[in-house]
């Protein structure tokens, strides 16, 4: 079973390799647009994340990308980050159950508990993949990290699909889309196995915000961002103490150095 | 004359003083960090030795406590890192601090190459001096790509079979040697765990080489902006504390610099596509090693036949250990070289030029463009380094160091 593979694994680094020597690895992703930059509330050295947006976020990722797409590494607990308190975690989570053994061993549900990663769509990566066409969903925990562009990439994504009748016969043409296929702006080869997954009205919000397309992508891209790294304001924060220590400090080492010197020049 | 400086030191504390009687470790302190005597007239450039050491212990120091709480296996790998970065206490500076940390450390070793270069400290009688920095440079390369395996992302995972496939260019017992390292016959569970031992063990032997490095320095002690030997106690000054305080504030600079990424832009010399789990089923688009490889890796694509890349590209590296002996002219520093200083000036912008092209894909204007500055990278050192300096007049040079700083003092 293993050998196949480690053939296929052998040949494609011999092929890569003598692609790169040879000069002729092509980029398949022709002519896709850079998505357009955005404004980001997390954006900048003082930037943090909209909490109200974040929570949006995952509602709208909850109802609406869980179905497909796991966030494995971020735990139900994580969300008091977000604004949320313990019990509000609690009750978001009380109609959850994930996989575990009971007390004989055998596989059975219980009620997630905070401490629990988010729970997965699919039971494992073969399933996911059965149940979409040959290839599972991406897990989103560290997609905003994982792709050029980051949130601009995932808002773009999200916002960018033109439907088959707007677009031109060149487009059509050149990239051979048929009557079924999805065509998004801004996924590499345009063609995308996933449906447009968010419209107007999609979801309802709680605080009253409007569910546009361009909202909720707006929202739930915070949302990924968040996921991506819970600690980007901790980091900006030590960033900015650490920086302005080491500044005094320079200036210090500076005027000492001027000191001992001031002898020899 | 650096070897016979000073007096004995006298320890007033008596437990120093009984220690250093039969260890002298205290002596050798005193005599090589302290009095040692340094030449006066060092400029910015000669902090970049004490920079690339605190790199180094700042890698092996946070490089420790990543150990503690990683994982070398092939279905753990990923989210054992993931796991630093979320779940361990402080775990995102960690690993924040090495990851940035190894494109600074190359930073640091990088500036100090230039420097070694253009002031000729690479001359006699420092030969072996300069060798064993390429050794350390030789060997912060092994630990640095292994390194980048073990977070098991994408890039880590092509990056590992692009450059152990290099092997199989080898006649004959390429594919055996491509096995053997790899431990199976693909990039895998033993590859990883063989990555994470050597990537954990090569940092010491940096450290013995490191050792070796400062030992042959002190034998003549440092070169100097104007090459020129030192003459007399006129041209230098102790060690401490004008070169640990001038030291220190270079120190300081660079970290704010290292900082100012660290915290603000913590991914931004890395790659998106490390953060999409290692999948050997499929390549992307586009495989890039880490930045301080690419004009190796330029060099590496320029030359359209497996096994040519590979020479060249180890060739790029084996050029510089015979460099003392490639440059025939007898000044060292390129203040007086009034040619020799702008083909070193343009070979710093060719290593440039071969970075941008290593980044690029292989394709079009860039194919020629890194054979014609690969082409320039191997005749600088083969023909324009032996022939310059048989034909360059240089400058007349100050008749000693203290002289040099005086004047441009008077001016």
Redesign the interface.
Known sequence: M??P???K??V???I???A??????????GGVEHPPARKWHFQG?FGTYDRAAAQRGYQVYQEVCAACHSLS?VAYR?LTDLGLTENQVKSLIKDITVPDLNDEGAPADRPARPADRFKKPFANEAAAAAANNGKAP??L??IV????Y?PDYIYGLLTGYVPYDKLTPEQIKEFDVKKDDYFNKYF?GHKIAMAPPLADDKVTYADGTKATTAQEAADVTEFLAWA????ME???R???R??LF??A??GL??A??RV??AD?? | MASSHGTPPVFNNKVISWIDHRLPIFSYIEKEYHTFPTPRNFNYFWNFGAIATVMLVLMIATGIVLATNYTPHVLMAFDAVERIDRDVPQGWLIRDLHMNGASFFFIAVYIHIFRGMYYGSYKAPRELLWILGVVIFLLMMATAFMGYVLPWGQMSFWGATVITNLFSAIPVVGESIVTWLWGGFAVDNPTLNRFFALHYLLPFIIVAVVALHVVALHVHGSNNPTGIDVKGPQDTVPFHPYYTMKDGFGVICFLIVFAGFVFFAPDYLGHPDNYIPANPMVTPAHIVPEWYFLPFYAILRAIPDKLGGVLAMFGAIAVLFVLPWLDTSRVRSCTFRPIYKWFMMLLVVDVIVLGICGSKPPEGFWVPLSQLATLYYFAHFLVLLPILGKIERPLPLPPSIADSVLKKKAV
């Open positions: 293993r050998k593979f480690a053939r694994l052998l494609s680094g011999a890569a390799l003598a790169l020597a040879t000069g002729t690895v092509a980029i398949a992703a050295p590494l994580n991406p897990d925990s560290v990290k994982a792709r050029e980051g590499p991506s790294e819970p600690h901790d980091r900006k030590t960033g900015v650490v920086i080491l500044l400090l320079a080492m500076y000492v150095k001992v010197w020899k020049h």
